[in-house]
Nanobody, 120 residues
């Protein structure tokens, strides 16, 4: 079993910044890709940013140039630095981690979600 703990959400004014963090712990042999998704009421969960084990990153067009994803392989953490926030960035943000467990089982885990609210 693997646990994900997210932190860093909150309320910020438009143009401000927030940093989300996600830490994975438990029966981890290795971590493949890590990413952040977001969801608003009535909409599906959408990819915000992801990073592979090799460090390659991918961003949604709507956040390119404003958000930066980074990972620390030694600590099994993934962060999302969000700058120049806009009201349309308001959502619940979820950490997603693909883990190869010590049992050799590959599984996709989700964090509990953290609310980000951007006021205009």
């Amino acid at each position: 079993q693997v646990q994900l703990v997210e932190s860093g959400g909150g309320l910020v004014q438009a143009g401000g910044s927030l940093r989300l963090s996600c830490a994975a712990s438990g029966s981890i042999r290795s971590i493949n890709h890590m990413g952040w998704y977001r969801q608003t009421p009535g909409k599906g969960r959408e990819l915000v940013a992801s990073v592979t084990s090799g460090g390659s990153t991918n961003y949604a067009d709507s956040v390119k140039g404003r958000f930066t994803i980074s990972r620390n392989n030694a600590k099994n953490t993934v962060d999302l630095q969000m700058n120049s926030l806009k009201p349309e960035d308001t959502a619940v943000y979820y950490c997603n981690v693909n883990v190869l467990e010590r049992t050799s089982v590959n599984f996709n885990y989700w964090g509990q979600g953290t609310q980000v609210t951007v006021s205009s």
